[in-house]
């Protein structure tokens, strides 16, 4: 699937701004099907479905507004080298899928591949459909404004500043919006 490297840096960012916290949020496409953003939700497994709810909903009016598509979630687990699909996330999937209407993606993340230095891609891309995940197509890199093909090279080489930049730190997910509004917004 063709994602530009700012969807994937912000959801890394969340990812590495909490590594010791599940941590998860949506993935948005353009109408062609491009995943280009990325939308951090939390960094804490939030079992209360109407808080995840109100998240929900208000991530999808912000895509609506902007002509974009919720298209998938990302997710990581608390534990180190965890890639399971965890029964939060599942739901969270199956939430996400019945306001929708469609099939997802799932990036589920591996923190045991999170480092200040990153040399490969931190993800599993896979399918969910009607209940059931299955395998899915590597991400194919593509710049955010022509949408030319960007190297996995490049994309860690900009990953590796990142970090260096802590640019993470100025990352806001939706749980950062409810604890101080004056946060600012997510997304």
């Not at 994937?8 to 491009?34: S, W």
Request: proline share 4%; aromatic share 8%.
């Amino acid at each position: 699937m063709k994602t530009t490297i700012d969807a994937y840096r912000k959801a890394f960012q969340h990812v590495f701004k909490y590594p010791t916290d599940t941590t998860n949020g949506l993935i948005v496409a353009d109408k062609e099907g491009i995943v280009i953003d990325c939308f951090p939700m939390f960094h804490l497994q939030a079992t209360l479905m109407p808080l995840t709810q109100v998240a929900l909903r208000f991530a999808m009016a912000i895509c609506s507004e902007k002509g974009k598509n919720v298209v998938g979630v990302y997710c990581a687990n608390q534990r180190l080298e965890d890639t399971e699909v965890s029964p939060h996330t599942q739901r969270l999937l199956e939430l996400v899928s019945s306001l929708c209407g469609r099939n997802l993606l799932l990036w589920q993340f591996s923190n045991g591949s999170i480092t200040s230095k990153p040399t490969k891609v931190a993800v599993e891309c896979r399918a969910y459909c009607t209940g059931s995940l299955s395998e899915s197509s590597e991400l194919e890199f593509v710049d955010s404004k022509d949408f030319t093909p960007v190297s996995t090279q490049a994309l860690l080489a900009t990953l590796q500043e990142d970090v260096k930049k802590f640019s993470f730190k100025n990352l806001i997910d939706f749980q950062d919006h409810l604890e101080d509004p004056r946060s600012g917004i997510p997304g």
